[in-house]
């Protein structure tokens, strides 16, 4: 009887640890950033979307793709205007946030556009409790969170001097990378870091966002070092960022699901 007591409460305290391991799976719902390049005039569709499946905070700005084609080649025209969009999201509905945007966005189409989604080091707590509230019930799955090793693609970011942006892409196909965009910008208050660097930088600025398969980042960023980086006229500040998720057919080309896994065209 002794044997069959302690039996049943070694089965008890068994399913009450399963029981504890399963909740610890389940995290605090927190925000991510989505950045999408989309065509011009696509980021008004594109918020529609974010704010009828879920909860965004959205910042959109013009950027000047580069990716060429033989159509582009042909008619001359080497550049396409697009927007950039930043968006706030929960991180509970990335996955399907992403899988809505393939889908209505049709950025299973060449020339669509992309969304990749990075994660946050932090963020202000009102805007945080803002954009997850909503989805306050939806707390995120740990299992499904990004590790470093499991993500297959960077963005790659280069602030050059105005007019220096083409010859620092043509160093990034060079080594392999299939186009980016282009985003104006200007210098803002950095004498201070330009002093402990030992060079001036340029006022007005291009900033060249390129998404590149991981393994190959260190060739792409070092050929734009070579070419236009911070030794050279183009005074290059060069940096890249994890990205987690990935969805649509644009500079890398090939395309990624919702879950991150490169599907080979």
Do not use: C, W
């Amino acid at each position: 009887m002794a044997e069959r007591k302690n039996a049943v409460k070694k089965k008890t305290e068994g399913e009450k640890s399963t029981v504890k391991s399963a909740r610890g799976a389940r995290r605090q719902n927190r925000a991510k950033a989505l950045i999408s390049i989309l065509n011009a005039g696509d980021d008004v569709r594109l918020t529609e979307i974010l704010n009828d499946f879920s909860v965004a905070l959205s910042f959109s700005f013009p950027g000047t793709g580069t990716a060429r084609t033989t159509v582009l080649d042909y008619l001359g025209i080497g550049t396409t205007e697009k927007d950039v969009l930043i968006a706030l999201i929960p991180e509970s509905d990335e996955l399907a946030i992403l899988r809505e945007i393939q889908t209505k966005m049709s950025l299973y189409l060449v020339g669509r556009g992309i969304s990749f989604t990075l994660p946050l080091s932090a963020i202000s707590e009102i805007i945080a409790n803002g954009i997850t509230g909503a989805a306050a019930e939806k707390n995120s799955d740990g299992r499904n969170l990004m590790k470093d090793d499991h993500r297959k693609y960077d963005l790659i970011v280069a602030a050059v001097a105005a007019g220096s942006v083409d010859e620092a892409m043509e160093a990034a196909r060079s080594a392999g990378a299939a186009g980016g965009t282009i985003i104006r910008s200007r210098s803002v208050n950095n004498a201070k870091a330009e002093q402990f660097i030992g060079i001036s930088l340029q006022q007005e600025q291009e900033i060249l966002l390129i998404l590149s398969k991981r393994e190959g980042k260190t060739a792409i960023m070092q050929a734009i070092s070579e070419s236009a980086g911070l030794k050279t006229e183009a005074g290059g500040v060069l940096f890249s960022l994890p990205v987690d998720r990935t969805v649509g057919i644009g500079s890398t080309g090939g395309e990624a699901d919702a879950d991150g896994q490169e599907e080979k065209k």
